[in-house]
C-alpha cells in the first residue's frame, strides 16, 4: 500500500524539501500552508497531481485543521507521517514583545501542532510517525527569541507527551531542532556580519541546507528509525554542543 505524508508549513523551505523528500521515496503528499498562493505554485512546481494535495490552512484554527484533516481522509484515507513544519517567528526584546505578538507564537508553532495531532492520529496507521520541527532557539537562550524560543522549547516538551502517549498505538513521535539553515528567509534578514557571527559558532563553519534538514526528518520518519522515539536531534552543524571558545580554537589551528 501507498504511503502518505502529510507535512504542514510546505510551500517553501524546509517544509517544501521535506515534501520532495517523501515523494522521492514514493509517498503521496499533502502539503499544508497558510499562503494559499505560494502553495499553489509550489504544488504546481512539483508537477505530480496523482500523488500531492495542496491545502490552505492556519494550523492555530482548530476549524481548518479539521477541515484539512477531512480532506486528507478523503483523498489519501491514511497517514504514515505527519510533519509539523509550520511556524512563526517575531525577533524583538522581551519588554518590547507584546502579548498579541507573543500569544500568535505560541498559536502557531505549540498549539499547532497539538491541534494537528489530535486531528491527524485517529487517521494513522500503526508504526507512523510524527516529527515536530523545533530549533536550537529551545534548547538554549537566544538574542530576540523570548516568544519563539520558549514556544520552540514547550514543543520539544510536548513531543516527549505524546511519545509516551502516542507509544501505545504504536505511533512514534521525535523533533527535529534546526540551527541556521540557508532558507530563502536567511539569505534575506541575515547580514554578512551575522552570517560572520554564525559561522564563527558552529563547528561546520556553514549554514545547513534544506535538503539535509529533510534527510534527517525523513530518516526520523522512516522504518529507519523504528526504535527511536521521544527524541530531539539536532541538526545544526555542531552550534548546540559547543559553548564558547571556539573561535579561540580556530584561530590556535590556524583555521
Known amino acids: 500500500m501507498t504511503k502518505s505524508a502529510l507535512i504542514t508549513g510546505a510551500a517553501r523551505g524546509i517544509g517544501l524539501a521535506t515534501a520532495k523528500r517523501f515523494l522521492a521515496d514514493g509517498f503521496r503528499v499533502a502539503l499544508l500552508d497558510i499562503d494559499g498562493e505560494a502553495l499553489a505554485r509550489a504544488v504546481a512546481a512539483l508537477n505530480e497531481p496523482e500523488r500531492t494535495l495542496a491545502l ?6 482548530p ?3 479539521e477541515a484539512a484533516i477531512a480532506r486528507v481522509k478523503a483523498r ?24 498579541a505578538e507573543f500569544q500568535r507564537t505560541l498559536d502557531v508553532n505549540l498549539t499547532g501542532p497539538f491541534l494537528m495531532v489530535k486531528a491527524a492520529v485517529p487517521l494513522m496507521r500503526e508504526r507512523a510517525s510524527i516529527v515536530n520541527i523545533t530549533s536550537i532557539s ?5 538574542a530576540l527569541r523570548i516568544a519563539y524560543g520558549t514556544s520552540k522549547a514547550a514543543l ?7 511519545a509516551l502517549e502516542l507509544s501505545v498505538r504504536g505511533i512514534r513521535v521525535n523533533a527535529v531542532a534546526p540551527g541556521p539553515v540557508d532558507t530563502a528567509m536567511a539569505k534575506a534578514v541575515h547580514s554578512p556580519a551575522i552570517r560572520a557571527d554564525y559561522h564563527d559558532a558552529i563547528p561546520l563553519g556553514r549554514y545547513g541546507l534544506e535538503e539535509e534538514l ?21 541538526v545544526d552543524g ?6 564558547i571558545g571556539l573561535p579561540t580554537f580556530r584561530k590556535d589551528q590556524g583555521v
Open 138 to 142: 529551545g534548547l538554549r537562550a537566544s
Open 56 to 61: 490552505t490552512c492556519d494550523v492555530a484554527m
Open 76 to 99: 489519501f484515507g491514511s497517514l504514515d507521517a505527519l510533519v509539523n513544519n509550520a511556524g512563526h517567528a517575531v525577533f524583538k526584546p522581551a519588554l518590547d514583545t507584546t502579548l
Open 238 to 243: 555542531g552550534f548546540d554542543a559547543i559553548g
Open 156 to 162: 520539544d516538551h510536548l513531543t516527549k507527551q505524546l
Open 214 to 234: 529533510a534527510e534527517a526528518i525523513f530518516f526520523l520518519s522512516s522504518e529507519r528509525a523504528s526504535y527511536i522515539t521521544g527524541q530531539t536531534l539536532a
Open 63 to 65: 476549524d481548518q485543521v
